[in-house]
């Protein structure tokens, strides 16, 4: 089913995580990036990946639905594993298939350190989209960005573009979901057959989906219109973000992990 | 008695199982429809009648419980789940939303063209298809985009009606519409119905359409079939209509009001009722 695709999708909440500031989850969020990309062993991973576990336990959202939004990237993963697995070329060798296959030691240990590696940051960058409601995420990006309009970026209406899109990804999933069930309703398949028949199953799904879409910008933009948006220009703001307590704690938080984890790899652990 | 061309059992439905969305939309639906008949579906919006709709026709698997198509369940085997998509044709909310072909003709002939018959058969169906929504021959080799909303909703009707279904489900067919754009539908969907003695469902917020219509009436709420009766009956319980979110059709309400200023009439529930109602009224007064 569509529905379970939950890339980017809101779960409302209260958790101390819900109640970070925007720009303190998306700095924290780099900062964890940084540390997951210093870290060389076994130590630093372990470190980080108690603290990826600690946050998801603290932010109540159900693993469950965590793990459900890894499905779109397994191949990639399993794509990344293979590729280590077979073609680094370190130490003892495990296993060796008449000189083609050859697994060693330490193209074993790249696999899975890789593929930890990537499913670590999908699922950090899952947490931030899964406790923070698009509007927040965006208004804590134009606060972060806000000095570039010193430099002429149009930071205003960057942010509001990513914020009609994130707002428009369940709209859109929905709409998709509807519009497969009426044409599977008049027998459309798009399980079976080749991969041809595959694709050309899915113009009936692509042009009403299409036409939708341009239909719902034309009509946001109306009602945009309607209510004198001109852009960022002079434009204040209902929600001012401000920093508080836990903030600093998370901060004190995050920082500590980045110096630990640099450390732990400096002493290559 | 012959078997019901449609057979629900203790149907059970949850949506999103085991996330915070989780959401039970159908809870212990039962009920059977023969050949041939008129039902109308009510409840509330979010009261499990689009839910219901789509576990009819093997779009949705339930969660529990057995549809029974002619007897046979539709989740028994993978072919007669398929073959339910084409018996029990399913049109949807807007269905206007969900044209995509370059021709009209192309569009109707989609469902058809899925069934795999043959391209004489696919003509004969397209053409009958538009002559019972009123979709002229020229109209046939226009685009569907270039059409007024309401033959949009025509057009999207004739590509389930081509499949030739033997039951015939319809999510709210009139939303949106203007008066005789409603008028208009409801009239092919009773053409339909006459010339193919096939069974009609109608999910509709109109209690003057579903009480005119139809033979019966499901009255969904809180995911409940709440009550299976004919409009007459449905319609005597004003009060817990009310409660579920739902009224009763005007006239009626007329007639309840006029019953309790002493008014020697009968329940009524549609327009035409309701002229014979005052004519037998007056009509005894004139003797008396």
């Known amino acids: 089913m569509l529905k379970d695709i939950t890339l980017g999708q809101y779960f409302p909440g209260t958790s101390p995580i819900h109640r970070l500031d925007p720009r303190t989850k998306l700095i924290l969020l780099i900062v964890y990036i940084v540390a997951l990309f210093l870290a060389q062993g ?20 159900p693993p469950r639905s965590i793990l459900r939004g890894m499905k779109p990237i397994v191949m990639i993963l399993v794509f990344t594993g293979v590729l280590n697995l077979f073609f680094t070329r370190e130490g003892k060798t495990l296993l060796n298939i008449a000189d083609v296959i050859i697994v060693t030691e330490g193209g074993l240990t790249r696999a899975v350190m890789m593929m930890a590696r990537i499913l670590m940051l999908i699922t950090g960058t899952f947490l931030l989209t899964y406790t923070t409601s698009p509007i927040s995420l965006t208004d804590g990006l134009e606060a972060l ?17 990513m914020c009609i899109a994130l707002r428009f990804i369940p709209t859109l999933i929905e709409e998709t979901d509807k519009i497969m069930s009426a044409q599977k309703a008049r027998g459309a398949d798009f399980e079976n057959g080749s991969l041809m028949d595959r694709a050309r199953a899915l113009i009936p799904i692509l042009v009403p989906l299409f036409i939708g879409a341009f239909r719902r910008a ?19 703001k209902m929600k001012i973000l401000r ?27 | 008695m012959s078997t019901p061309i449609l057979e629900v059992t203790n149907l059970n439905y949850i949506y999103s199982a085991g996330t915070p969305f989780e959401h039970k939309a159908l809870d212990n639906v039962s009920f059977a429809v023969n050949k041939g008949e008129f039902i109308g579906i009510i409840g509330h919006t ?11 026709n093997g779009l949705l698997k339930p969660t529990s419980g057995r549809i029974l198509l002619d007897g046979q369940d539709i989740w028994s085997d993978r072919k007669l789940t398929r073959q339910a998509r084409f018996r029990v044709g399913l049109v949807f909310q807007y269905p206007e939303y969900q044209l995509f072909e370059e021709t009209v003709y192309r ?43 309401g033959q949009k909703r025509r057009v999207a009707i004739a590509g389930v009606i081509a499949m030739e279904p033997e039951v015939l489900i319809l999510d709210e067919p009139t939303a949106g519409l203007d008066p005789v754009g409603r008028e208009g539908i409801l009239k092919n969907i009773e053409s339909y119905r006459r010339a193919k003695n096939a069974t009609v469902m109608m999910v509709s917020h109109s209690m003057e359409d579903v009480a005119r219509l139809t033979d019966r009436l499901l009255v969904m709420n809180g995911s409940k079939l709440a009550m299976d009766a004919p409009p007459a009956e449905v319609f005597t319980h004003a009060e817990e209509l009310v409660s579920m979110g739902l009224a009763i059709p005007q006239v009626t309400e007329i007639f309840l009001q006029l019953r309790s200023l002493g008014a020697d009439v009968s329940n009524v529930y549609t327009i035409r009722q309701a002229v014979a109602e005052i004519r037998r009224l007056k009509g005894g007064n004139a003797h008396a």
């Open chain 1, 42 to 61: 076994w130590v630093g991973y372990g470190v980080l990946l108690a603290f990826l576990l600690f946050t998801i336990k603290i932010s109540t959202i």
């Open chain 1, 145 to 161: 960005l806000n000095p570039l309009k010193k430099i002429g970026v149009p930071v205003h209406e960057l942010s509001m573009m």
């Open chain 1, 218 to 236: 034309d009509e946001l933009a109306t009602a945009m219109e309607c209510r004198c948006y001109q852009g960022g220009e002079g434009r204040s």
């Open chain 1, 243 to 269: 920093y508080h307590l836990g903030d600093m704690k998370a901060f004190g938080m995050g920082f500590g992990l980045l110096i630990l984890v640099g450390a732990l790899a400096a002493l290559g652990l």
């Open chain 2, 46 to 56: 979010g009261s499990g009648k689009s839910t219901l709709m789509q576990q009819l």
């Open chain 2, 107 to 149: 569009d109707i002939a989609f469902g058809p063209k899925n069934m795999g018959l043959s391209a004489e058969e696919i003509d004969r169906r397209v053409r009958e298809a538009a002559g019972f929504v009123g979709i002229t021959e020229e109209q046939l080799q226009v685009s569907p985009f270039d059409l007024s909303g």
